[in-house]
Nanobody
Framework: EVQLQASGGGLVQAGGSLRLSCAAS????????IGWFRQAPGKEREGVSF????????YYADSVKGRFTISSDNAKNTVYLQMNRLKPEDTAVYYC??????????????????????WGKGTQVTVSS
């Protein structure tokens, strides 16, 4: 059984940093993409950052490019999201998610909510102004 355990959320001032971790277990294949969605109050859940294809391909939402960095250990047992220069608009519940046999669009991996096969419980990130 695949399990995703997210941790690392918290309260931080604008401009600060946080690192989220997602501990993954139970995968029976190496062919999966793993990363983070987030959902702010009153908004749709959106893809933030993912890593796939043996850590070669990465995805970042435009809103976090240059500020967030995703990484993983060699086996993608743990995935990290380093979040720097945080803004109040980054406030959301962050969810770790995984897609088995990820779908590529014109050779690019793009996380889609409906394609996710596994979800972890969310972790709250609050950025104060």
């Amino acid at each position: 059984e695949v399990q995703l355990q997210a941790s690392g959320g918290g309260l931080v001032q604008a401009g600060g940093s946080l690192r989220l971790s997602c501990a993954a277990s139970g995968f029976t294949t190496d062919d999966f993409a793993i990363g983070w969605f987030r959902q702010a109050p009153g908004k749709e859940r959106e893809g933030v950052s993912f890593i796939s294809d043996s850590d070669v391909s990465t995805y970042y939402a435009d809103s976090v490019k240059g500020r967030f960095t995703i990484s993983s250990d060699n086996a993608k047992n743990t995935v990290y999201l380093q979040m720097n220069r945080l803004k109040p608009e980054d406030t959301a519940v962050y969810y770790c998610a995984a897609e088995i046999d990820p779908s590529y669009y014109s050779g690019v991996y793009i996380p889609r909510l409906s394609n996710m096969d596994y979800w972890g419980k969310g972790t709250q990130v609050t950025v104060s102004s």
